[in-house]
């Protein structure tokens, strides 16, 4: 599907000036530091367009190991936005024209005439001016664009693909870091078998949107995907919920299917399989090994063709040495795992995470993140990871008094140390020096007051320290002045 991507010359033939060729012998480096002496004709003046060629090149190389045509562009979407360094880069299918608006840039897809009109958009910070050099890269990338649209309407996923998944308002698998990378190398290589796979990670985190994933990028993809919270399942309907349930086997009973027979063909997720009972799990054990389902009342098992995906926010291996989970049933679903890190594990993506979000509410109002809230969003742990990050953006989008987001506009539980120091002193303007012998202060009380210690922890001297100490900036200025006098003479009645 991506072989044509693997040519490395094609960036430098969407670029280059026309009657301008390569070398048949000419290649192209993937750490993007190609010298302009590989391109025939290549003017010395024209180290621009080279540069947009090279780094366009990287690009598609990149591309080129991946095999589902979505992932293919998710992935182009993001090598691009880190590119030309935009808020955020997406297909579209607007009747917008193109051109810039404001600090959105839309560019139409040179792809043939389809339902919609295709298009690239980038979204840049309000402060930011968008430059020739920039333009020039988005317009050779619309070309790349073009050609991967072309892609997913051959395999039938344009436009129905266009849009990345929500599910329930939940965030797409975005990020860098290497965490979230190992995360998406290995829902590649899950997706195409039919192996029962568990997902294991703390409440949102984004499990579900794991199994999701998973689910599109499999053979069962045109099948249903059915979701099953365990938890929210009541102990004496478990059975007639999963496996259906036979007509007239009661009173006023219909028959109907149950959740099995519903992912025929398609993929069951079972969302917190550690709150199952004994019995359930029994019973979920029987079907899960013989891919077969007996109804509540029937006298016959029906065969079912679903591949099965697990989840649990707590480690199935503890509570299997606490007697608390079946291990037969562990065995049967720990073939192929999947751990999804929490957010203070991959911190370098809660910006990335953040900006995404702001996007998504761009319509109804435009935010942009203040260097205050940027620091107390990164130093807060998210017990809640990616759901409690995207509620506290929409608390944000809700409440905020500006076109910023800023410290004032956080919940006081993300803001922690930030609201009882930070806050206060930003309000008071107050100066390094009353900085210094808070941290001073508080240092010394963490060392039990040994200020030699103390000293070793803050990698100043002890006559530093003490200058600190005698600072009290909660104080009024003229007692300060005072107190600063008499210690400075107290020091050089001691030096005599």
């Not at 430098?12 to 048949?24: D, F, K, N, S």
């Not at 027979?261 to 019995?279: I, K, N």
């Not at 800023?406 to 803001?415: G, H, K, Q």
Request: with cysteine; proline share 5%.
């Amino acid at each position: 599907m991506t072989a044509v991507l693997r040519d490395t010359r094609l960036a430098h033939r969407l670029v280059l000036p026309p009657g301008t060729h390569l070398e048949e012998g000419a290649n192209v480096r993937r750490d993007a530091r190609v010298p302009a002496q590989t391109i025939t004709g290549a003017p010395q003046r024209g180290e621009a367009r080279c540069a947009t060629a090279t780094a366009l090149a990287a690009l598609t190389t990149g591309l080129a190991a991946v095999r589902e045509p979505r992932l293919v562009r998710e992935r182009f979407e993001e090598q691009l936005r880190t590119l030309v360094n935009a808020s955020s880069v997406a297909f579209r299918t607007d009747e917008e024209g193109p051109g810039e608006q404001g600090n959105v840039v839309r560019l139409d897809l040179p792809a043939s005439r389809m339902a919609g009109r295709p298009q690239l958009e980038a979204v840049f910070e309000p402060t930011r001016r968008v430059d020739d050099r920039t333009r020039q890269m988005l317009a050779a990338a619309a070309v790349i664009a073009g050609l991967l649209v072309e892609i997913e309407r051959a395999h039938g996923r344009w436009p129905l693909s266009a849009g990345r998944s929500t599910v329930d308002g939940a965030a797409p698998l975005i990020g860098s870091s290497q965490a979230i990378r190992l995360v998406r190398e290995r829902i590649e290589r899950i997706a195409p078998t039919d192996f029962t796979v568990l997902i294991e990670g703390e409440s949102g985190t984004g499990k579900e949107l794991v199994a999701r994933q998973i689910h599109e990028l499999s053979r069962r993809r045109k099948g249903p995907f059915v979701a099953v919270n365990c938890a929210a399942i009541v102990e004496t309907l478990l059975e007639a919920e999963l496996f259906g349930i036979e007509d007239r086997t009661a009173t006023g009973v219909r028959g109907r299917r149950g959740k099995f027979e519903h992912a025929h063909q398609g993929t069951l997720f079972l969302d917190e399989v550690s709150d199952l009972s004994p019995a359930a799990q029994a019973k979920l054990l029987r079907a899960i090994q013989d891919l077969s389902i007996e109804r509540v009342g029937g006298s016959g098992s029906r065969r079912v063709d679903t591949r099965i995906i697990v989840a649990t926010n707590r480690p199935l291996l503890e509570m299997v040495e606490h007697g608390r989970f079946r291990l037969d049933l562990y065995y049967r679903l720990n073939g192929v795992d999947v751990q999804v890190p929490p957010l203070r594990r991959r911190r370098e993506d809660i910006l990335e995470l953040t900006r995404y979000f702001l996007e998504r509410h761009r319509t109804f109002r435009s935010l942009v993140l203040s260097v205050g809230a940027t620091d107390a969003l990164v130093a807060y742990d998210w017990p809640g990871n990616v759901r409690e990050l995207e509620r506290v953006v929409e608390r944000a989008v809700a409440l905020a008094d500006s076109n910023s987001l800023e410290l004032d506009d956080l919940p006081p539980a993300i803001l922690g140390g930030f609201s009882e120091v930070i806050l206060p002193s930003v309000r008071a303007r107050d100066s390094m020096r009353a900085w210094g012998s808070r941290y001073a202060r508080l240092m010394l009380e963490r060392c039990r007051n040994n200020k030699r210690q103390t000293c070793r922890a803050l990698g100043i001297s002890y006559h530093t320290l003490q200058s600190y100490l005698r600072y009290h900036p909660d104080l009024p200025a003229r007692v300060r002045a005072v107190g600063n006098q008499e210690g400075a003479g107290g020091l050089r009645q001691g030096r005599a």
